[in-house]
Nanobody
């Protein structure tokens, strides 16, 4: 059974940093795409980043480019999202998602493309 578990969320002040982890079980990262999404209060879940496990290809939403970095440790079946210079607008529940296909598009994969999801971790940025 495929399972994704996010961790690393919490409360941080503006300008601070957090590193989220997404630990996968039930499969190995061969030729998978792992995405990060977030849902801010009162808004829809939006894609913010992805990484392809095999070739390391990444993509970011404009809102996080230059501040967030996604990485993968295939040996640990874990994907990380390093978030720096956090802003109150980054407050959201953050989710990771997985799909057993490599993504080659020029834009971020949308949520409907992913088959597997974690339950999310809350990130709150205070002003």
């Amino acid at each position: 059974e495929v399972q994704l578990v996010e961790s690393g969320g919490g409360l941080v002040q503006t300008g601070g940093s957090l590193r989220l982890s997404c630990v996968a079980s039930g499969f190995t990262f061969d030729d998978w795409t792992i995405g990060w999404f977030r849902r801010a209060p009162g808004k829809e879940r939006k894609e913010i980043s992805y990484i392809s496990s095999t070739n390391g290809r990444t993509g970011y939403a404009d809102s996080v480019t230059g501040r967030f970095t996604v990485s993968v440790d295939n040996a640990k079946n874990t994907v990380y999202l390093q978030m720096n210079n956090l802003k109150p607008g980054d407050t959201a529940v953050y989710y990771c998602a997985a799909e057993p296909t490599l993504w080659y598009g020029s834009y971020l994969p949308i949520r409907e493309w992913y088959d597997y999801w974690g339950r999310g971790t809350q990130v709150t940025v205070s002003s």
